[in-house]
């Protein structure tokens, strides 16, 4: 059969994510290998300013489902519904003729993706970090027991669906096209009222700040930073950079930090280009989510802590003294 | 209340992974499987449900008879009775959420809850794969779960923050710490664990529709540069960074 890709990408606050670049440029790279269409959906706002640029990535063709009118069909005081969204992907999918579906690995996705799995019936890879072609079929790469190692996944399915991991995939400028954009009407989607299963009423956001999935840089503090008041030497230094701030699960249990901020194998696993760990002696649970980071700095007073022996560059100190230095160092690059 | 938990049995977060001579599995060899971690998160959601409303928790767990594991731990912290779809072959994770929806489909529960990820081949995909197949709202990464009047209020976590969400029963959650804190079976819970009775079945479906064929070790990192001076290591640090690293 011939193949047909279709990239769903994520927007916020009107903007498309960075993920949304990494899909499209991964799906324009298997429909190159695969020498087939691929197209992009997203559900946002018609009047999304990104749209436009979408061209310099090699998009051909944008569907806008209205983010608005879609919540609004059954007049509910909903901000959104996953199980909505799944229908709605699910049906343009297979209406389209479309048996490729790649979406990002982010909160967003991994909520849709298993639904739109089984609605799609489409053989299904969770937070790939690498796809590729082997003799016309796609094998996918996952981490798994979270980084400690890695499957290669081959599908025994035409119809196959992919998530990747946020921020392993490069977003690549492409020869411009000019966008055709496709207004997809909701009763086109044969979406009823049963599709709504869940209902978001509230969204409440405490920290506008990156998330540690999703951030390019990340410095995480551990024990050796001796209290909650400490963390603002990592605050600083994360801001520094612009780095997002992440946590051993030590100093989540003791309550110093939010378990959103954990990194190991029970809490996030990450793969940013920039991983800083302060105080963190490197148990196998915290290495397990983040060495694949791809430049890992520590910062130990224990030559012998295990993280050294990940980390590509390393400091033997004491995090009070390094770190006000660090951040000051970095601050004059900028 | 007729409450469900789905629970899986991996190996203990400790484990260093080698790969078996199958080149596709990790070698069992001195492994020790416990109960996986975010599932004892459920089964203490689903017993403290089952203490608030009354009722029954069944927990249920596909997988060879090692599985039992699982399920004995579930009865320690509170369930009632267990099920073992027993299969003597690993099967992908469609497979397993099609024969826990098919068993949980039978018994018509008001509430099926799970853990939001198994630690092993880390899919985050079983809960909302048996939402799909049997048509219920599912919500995953949930941190608060809240019953009332045959509906659910759920918090889930997301990047930066959370959102509120609304479902009627019945409801699959899966649930991520900071939900509860799970319980220490007592001496007398174990004891009385030991009588509660695991029923065995078949499969209802078997098959595949994506395959492992190659597994492999992450690759070995060069000896990494580290610099002993303290705090007069930074300069040389920030240069390397720039320089050779080239991420600042
Ligand atoms: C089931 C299970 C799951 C787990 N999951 C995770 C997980 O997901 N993520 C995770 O992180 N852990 C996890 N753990 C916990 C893990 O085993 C470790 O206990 C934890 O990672 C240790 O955190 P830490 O490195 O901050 O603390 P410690 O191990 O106490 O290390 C503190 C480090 O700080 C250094 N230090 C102290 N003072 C200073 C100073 N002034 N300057 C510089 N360095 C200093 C010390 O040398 C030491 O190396 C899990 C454990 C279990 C049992
Ligand atoms: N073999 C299994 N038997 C029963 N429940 C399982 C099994 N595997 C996974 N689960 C449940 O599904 C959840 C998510 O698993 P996964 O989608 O594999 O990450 C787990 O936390 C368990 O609650």
Redesign the interface.
């Given at each position: 059969m011939s193949n047909k890709i279709l990239a769903y990408i994520e927007s916020k606050d009107n903007k498309f994510k960075n993920s949304a670049y990494e899909v499209i440029s991964e799906a324009k790279k298997l429909s190159g290998l695969l020498e087939c269409e691929f197209d992009v959906l997203t559900i946002s706002d018609s009047n999304n300013p990104g749209i436009n640029n979408l061209g310099e990535y090699g998009v051909k063709k944008i569907k806008i489902v209205d983010e608005k009118k879609l919540n609004n069909i059954f007049g509910s005081d909903i901000k959104y519904s996953?199980?909505a969204i799944?229908k709605v992907i699910s049906e343009t999918a297979s209406s389209g003729g479309y048996n490729i579906i790649l979406l990002s690995a982010?909160?967003?996705g991994?909520?849709?993706?298993?639904?739109i799995?089984?609605?799609t019936d489409?053989?299904?890879?969770?937070?790939c970090i690498d796809i590729k072609i082997s003799d016309g079929n796609i094998?996918a790469t996952?981490?798994?027991?979270?980084?400690?190692?890695?499957?290669?996944?081959?599908?025994?399915?035409d119809k196959i669906l992919l998530t990747l991991r946020p921020n392993v995939f490069k977003s690549i400028k492409a020869d411009s096209e000019n966008i055709e954009i496709e207004n997809i009407e909701i009763n086109s989607l044969n979406i009823s009222q049963?599709d709504f299963?869940?209902?978001?009423?509230?969204?409440?956001?405490?920290?506008?700040?990156?998330?540690v999935?999703?951030a390019d840089?990340i410095v995480s503090g551990g024990r050796g930073l001796k209290g909650p008041e400490n963390f603002s030497l990592i605050e600083n230094l994360a801001a520094s950079?612009g780095a997002a701030i992440g946590a051993s699960r030590a100093v989540v249990d003791a309550g110093w930090r939010p378990?959103?901020e954990?990194v190991g194998?029970?809490g996030k696993?990450v793969s940013p280009?920039?991983y800083i760990a302060c105080g963190i002696s490197g148990a196998?649970?915290h290495l397990?989510g983040m060495?694949?980071s791809?430049?890992?700095?520590?910062i130990n007073k224990d030559?012998d802590a295990p993280i050294?022996q990940?980390?590509?560059?390393?400091?033997?100190?004491?995090v009070f003294?390094?770190l006000p230095?660090?951040t000051e160092?970095?601050k004059k690059?900028t | 209340m007729k409450i469900i938990v789905c629970v899986s049995l991996v190996?203990d977060?400790?484990?260093?992974?080698k790969?078996s001579d199958s080149n596709?599995t990790?070698d069992e060899t001195g492994v020790s499987f416990v109960i996986n971690?975010?599932d004892e998160y459920a089964v203490e959601e689903a017993v403290q449900l089952k203490e608030k409303n009354g009722g029954e928790v069944i927990a249920i767990s596909f997988g060879t008879d090692k599985y039992k594991e699982a399920i004995k731990k579930a009865f320690q912290m509170g369930a009632d009775t267990g099920i073992l779809i027993k299969s003597s072959d690993v099967f992908d994770?469609?497979t397993v959420?099609k024969n826990l929806a098919d068993v949980i489909n039978e018994l018509q529960p008001d509430i099926i809850l799970f853990g939001k990820q198994s630690?092993?081949?880390?899919?985050?995909?079983?809960?909302?794969?048996v939402?799909?197949?049997l048509?219920?709202?599912?919500?995953?990464?949930v941190t608060k779960l809240t019953i009332a009047d045959g509906k659910a209020t759920i918090e889930?976590?997301?990047?930066?923050?959370?959102?509120?969400?609304?479902?009627?029963l019945p409801v699959i959650i899966g649930t991520?710490?900071?939900i509860n804190n799970p319980r220490y079976p007592n001496l007398k819970s174990i004891m009385s664990s030991k009588s509660k009775p695991i029923a065995e079945r078949q499969p209802t479906y078997t098959g595949?529709?994506?395959?492992?064929?190659?597994?492999?070790?992450?690759k070995a990192?060069s000896k990494?540069?580290?610099?002993?001076?303290?705090?007069a290591?930074?300069?040389e640090?920030?240069r390397?960074?720039?320089e050779e690293?080239k991420?600042?």
């Open positions: 996953y199980s799944a982010t909160s967003f991994k909520e849709i993706a298993p639904a799995s089984v609605k489409s053989a299904f890879c969770p937070d094998i996952k981490p798994v027991y979270a980084g400690k190692s890695y499957v290669d996944i081959k599908f025994n399915s049963s299963k869940t209902a978001i009423k509230d969204v409440i956001i405490a920290s506008e700040k990156l998330d999935a999703e840089r950079i378990h959103s954990q194998q029970t696993t280009s920039l196998i649970q397990a060495s694949s791809k430049c890992i700095v520590a030559k050294f990940i980390a590509d560059f390393g400091v033997v100190g004491d003294e390094v230095v660090l160092e970095f690059l | 190996p977060t400790t484990t260093k992974v790969i596709k990790i971690p975010y994770s469609y959420a630690i092993d081949f880390d899919g985050s995909q079983i809960p909302a794969m939402g799909a197949l048509n219920l709202p599912s919500v995953n990464i889930r976590e997301i990047e930066g923050g959370k959102e509120i969400i609304e479902a009627n991520q710490k900071g595949n529709k994506i395959e492992v064929i190659e597994m492999n070790l992450p990192k990494g540069k580290i610099l002993t001076d303290g705090a290591s930074v300069p640090l920030v390397l960074l720039r690293a991420v600042i």
